[in-house]
């Protein structure tokens, strides 16, 4: 009788955990905005063609909640301008200390004429150049 009323506790346990609400935050309960601070910017060109170029990000989040959301990129002229968005939890207890990131940006140079290109984050440039037309042309 003693291992059916332990047994019946365990089962009870397992339900009961299997009910209790996700600790994942709702997108509701959670803040976004701009606060990675980018340090560096280096630049990866594969080799391929159309060519392809990766930014590759690296800096710091003010604390240990932060976390990277995504990477808007826009072109202006000759210019991509990177913004990092950030997310936490509203109201989170986090630990105060710098947490640093790196975060790769494929950068959408598809179809480009050639010139010189500048990416932009935050403070942070770095340039590459493209010495003929990004475009795969069909013979």
């Known amino acids: 009788m003693r291992l059916k009323s332990i047994s ?3 089962i009870l346990t397992l339900a009961l955990a ?3 609400p996700s600790t994942e935050p709702l997108p509701s309960e959670m803040e976004f905005g701009e606060s990675a601070s980018v340090e ?7 080799e391929s063609f159309p060519v392809q170029v990766n930014a590759v990000l690296r800096g710091n989040l003010p604390d240990g909640c932060t976390e990277i959301e995504h990477v808007e990129q826009n072109l202006r002229g000759n210019v991509f301008e ?5 997310r936490r939890p509203k109201d989170a207890m986090c630990t105060m200390a710098l947490a640093p ?12 004429a050639a010139g010189e290109y500048t990416v ?5 440039e770095a340039s590459f150049r493209f010495d003929v037309d990004n ?3 069909s013979e």
């Open 82 to 86: 990177l913004k990092v968005i950030t």
């Open 18 to 20: 299997a009910c209790a």
């Open 120 to 124: 932009r984050a935050g403070e942070q």
């Open 40 to 46: 560096s910017i280096e630049l990866l060109q594969l």
């Open 101 to 112: 990131f790196e975060e790769r940006v494929a950068l959408e140079v598809n179809g480009l």
């Open 8 to 10: 019946l506790i365990f």
């Open 135 to 137: 475009i795969l042309r």
